[in-house]
């Protein structure tokens, strides 16, 4: 079991900033990838920024340039910068790793952009 603590959610004006980090616990050898996920009311969870553990980054298309990920594989920790929010980024933000065939998730954490 990969047991997955977030923190740094909150209330932000658009165009503001907020940084989210997770840390794993437990059976972390061989967690291959690490990421976040969001999910907006009434809309299904979607990827937001994944990382693996040899560093390679993918994001979607709607936060590339604005969000930026990031890993350290010796804490087994990934940290999601956010920039230029808008209000359209508000959602619940999960955590998630990859181990073995398994995805673990945490439970998230609440980021709201105001207008």
């Known amino acids: 079991q990969v047991r997955l603590v977030e923190s740094g959610g909150g209330l932000v004006q658009a165009g503001g900033s907020l940084r989210l980090s997770c840390a794993a616990s437990?059976?972390?050898?061989?967690?291959?990838?690490m990421g976040w996920y969001r999910q907006a009311p009434g809309k299904q969870r979607e990827l937001v920024a994944v990382?693996?553990?040899?560093?390679?980054?993918s994001y979607a298309d709607s936060v590339k340039g604005r969000f930026t990920i990031s890993g350290d594989n010796a804490k087994m920790s990934v940290s999601l910068q956010m920039n230029s929010l808008k209000p359209e980024d508000t959602a619940v933000y999960y955590c998630?790793?990859?181990?073995?065939?398994?995805?673990?998730w945490g439970q998230g954490t609440q980021v709201t952009v105001s207008s």
């Open positions: 437990g059976s972390i050898f061989r967690v291959n990838r």
């Open positions: 990382i693996t553990s040899s560093g390679s980054t």
């Open positions: 998630a790793a990859s181990r073995l065939g398994d995805d673990y």
